[in-house]
């Protein structure tokens, strides 16, 4: 059994946000969710260490996770990775540690390093412009010591093999050389990278498990958080294309991690798919916006918008149509449209320019409308309204009242013509 420890009581200062770093999302999760993930894959038995902005980042995983223990760092006394570590109350005799920055990681890779046997074990990858990393130092196949960019020589700063920041273990090597580290180092930080050359000096088993760069990046910055989320995005387009979604230019699209395909969907260029979204044998077209909704065999788009808490069935909706908050069965909506706050039922046509005034500028109303209704064009219904089924709206009305079912309904001014006007006006030309 394996107890897995998280670090992440980083300031993160060089992200240069008030957000804390491992709050910053990829693919629209918390990048310390990853981690998370990765490690509950193996163990039951996962803590997480935090200081800055504890109580912000302890409530969103409280939120997010079962079985988790958050622990503080004594970050005055002992900061540092080295610091973080000593916070962990590991229950079992093998301790793996990630750093929280990792988006990337994957449970496979720290099941890896939770089997090696040895005192002490690190990850490492070959990185062509290692900076920023710490750097191994071997003497042969021997790990030696791992040198952090601040500490090393200009010798050392050539070295390639970096290490990766998962690290695996034995518990009582742990208990022993964490009251050995010290301080003595550019950042005065405590290192946890230093139980390394510990381990190596008192004569244990010293192992590194060798990964790739891309599943074990870091991320300290911006640009980074960037280049995570551009391979992290790939991967999972991947994953999904294996799964039956077609995707036109998959690499102009962003989906969030936490939505789901199921059958067969098509996914045209420049889509935006965010939150848990549920898109079910539908079909979306060219640059537009899903967020939290659920699409079941339903068409939108070119550039439509469907907003959170929208479900829609058998639907067709076209380019410039927005959906908020509304459940539409077998609808179709073709232009340029705002429906919010609204249920919408069978074989009911909206016809461009409809707008549900849903908001009386303070509160939100609902619209209810039922099946086979026809709704011209450029209506506004001023919600709250309800339109039983088989109702004909003619275009540019403004519906306030109930109709009844079979109704026409018509509010537009009449039609008034005054001949020889356009002459009058502007003078006849010959
Ligand atoms: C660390 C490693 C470096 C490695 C790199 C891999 C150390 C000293 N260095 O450097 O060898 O190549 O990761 O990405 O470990 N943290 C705490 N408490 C602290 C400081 C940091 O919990 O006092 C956490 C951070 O929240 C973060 C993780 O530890 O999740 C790593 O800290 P970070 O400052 O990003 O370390 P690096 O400089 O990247
Ligand atoms: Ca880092």
């Known amino acids: 059994m394996v107890s897995v420890v998280i670090m992440a009581a980083g300031a993160g200062t060089r992200m240069k946000s008030d957000r804390p770093k491992v709050l910053h999302t990829v693919s629209g999760r918390p990048m310390i969710d990853y981690a998370v993930m990765a490690a509950q894959a193996i163990s039951e038995d996962v803590q997480v260490v935090l200081y800055h902005e504890a109580d912000r980042i302890e409530a969103h995983l409280m939120d997010t996770f079962k079985n988790l223990t958050c622990l503080r760092q004594d970050h005055a006394r002992f900061p540092g990775t080295g610091g973080a570590i000593m916070a962990a109350k590991p229950r079992h005799d093998r301790v793996v540690v990630l750093n929280g920055d ?25 990185h062509p412009e290692p900076q920023g990393y710490g750097r191994v130092i071997t003497d042969g ?30 518990r009582r090597f742990l208990e022993s050389a964490l ?30 498990v060798m990964g790739d760069a891309l599943t074990l990046m870091g991320v300290n910055s911006k640009a980074e958080l960037a280049q995570a989320e551009t391979h992290h995005q790939a991967r999972l387009k991947e994953l999904w294309m294996k799964a039956g979604v077609i995707m036109r230019l998959p690499e102009t699209s962003w989906i969030d991690s936490r939505t789901v395909f199921e059958e067969e969907c098509e996914i045209e260029p ?42 829609l069935k058998d639907s067709q909706i ?13 609808v179709k909506a073709g232009h340029l449209s705002y429906l919010g706050d609204a249920t919408i039922d069978e074989g009911t046509n909206v016809g461009a320019g409809t707008i549900t005034c849903n908001y009386d500028g303070k509160a939100k109303h609902r619209t209810t ?35 009844k079912s079979g109704d026409l309904v018509l509010s537009r001014t009449p039609q008034k013509s005054i001949a020889g006007f356009f002459d009058r006006f502007f003078g006849s030309k010959s």
């Open 102 to 126: 990792m988006p990337l990681i994957d449970s496979d890779f720290v099941r890896k390093l939770s089997e090696v046997k040895s005192a002490a074990s690190l990850s490492t990858f070959c």
């Open 141 to 170: 196949d021997r790990v030696e010591a791992i040198v952090e960019q601040k500490d090393a020589s200009a010798d050392q700063l050539l070295i390639q093999t970096v290490n990766a920041g998962v690290y695996s273990f034995d």
């Open 179 to 208: 009251p050995r580290l010290n301080n003595h180092n550019a950042q005065k930080e405590y290192y946890i990278t230093d139980l390394i050359a510990l381990a190596t000096e008192a004569g244990e088993a010293v192992t590194a």
């Open 270 to 311: 420049g889509v935006v798919i965010k939150g848990h979204s549920r898109i079910v044998r539908s079909t979306i077209k060219a640059h537009s916006v899903v967020e939290s909704a659920e699409l079941i065999d339903s068409q939108i788009g070119p550039m439509a918008r469907i907003r959170p808490e929208s479900a």
């Open 318 to 330: 076209g380019n410039f149509v927005e959906i908020k908050k509304s459940t539409l069965t077998g």
């Open 369 to 403: 409308i039922g099946k086979g209704v026809f709704i011209g064009s450029d209506t506004q219904i001023v919600a709250p309204v309800t339109i039983p089924d088989r109702v004909l709206i003619a275009a540019g009305s403004t519906v306030t009242k109930d109709p």
